[in-house]
């Protein structure tokens, strides 16, 4: 059984910083594409960062020069550094997993994977 437990989320100031963890088990972890999900307030989920088994990583325009994912294949665990965080940021985030190499631009669509964690919130005041 695929299961997805995230972690790391919590309270931060505009400016500040947070590393979400996602730590995956019940796959081979290299084989899968992975990625950040992220709910806001009033919105449907969106992609942030995701990869793919084939070392493509795609970030989403909010998401680029602030946010960096990535993996420790020995802890399989994945990471999402978020740095300069915004209000405009607060939500709900969650990793996903694929047990496939999706297509480069299908990567940041959720209705491509079929694992989920159970999400993590994120809040950042100004």
């Known amino acids: 059984e695929v299961q997805l437990v995230e972690s790391g989320g919590g309270s931060a100031q505009a400016g500040g910083a947070l590393r979400l963890s996602c730590v995956a088990s019940g796959f081979s972890y290299g084989t899968y594409s992975m990625g950040w999900f992220r709910q806001l307030p009033g919105k449907e989920r969106e992609g942030i960062a995701a990869f793919n088994s084939a070392g493509t990583t795609i970030y989403a325009t909010s998401a680029k020069g602030r946010f960096t994912i990535s993996q420790d294949n020995a802890k399989n665990t994945l990471y999402l550094q978020m740095n300069s965080l915004k209000p405009e940021d607060t939500g709900m985030y969650y990793c996903?997993?694929?047990?496939?190499?999706?297509?480069?631009?299908?990567?940041?669509?959720?209705?491509?994977?079929?694992?989920w964690g159970q999400g993590t919130q994120v809040t950042v005041s100004s």
């Open positions: 996903a997993a694929e047990g496939r190499s999706l297509a480069s631009w299908s990567i940041l669509f959720q209705q491509y994977y079929n694992y």
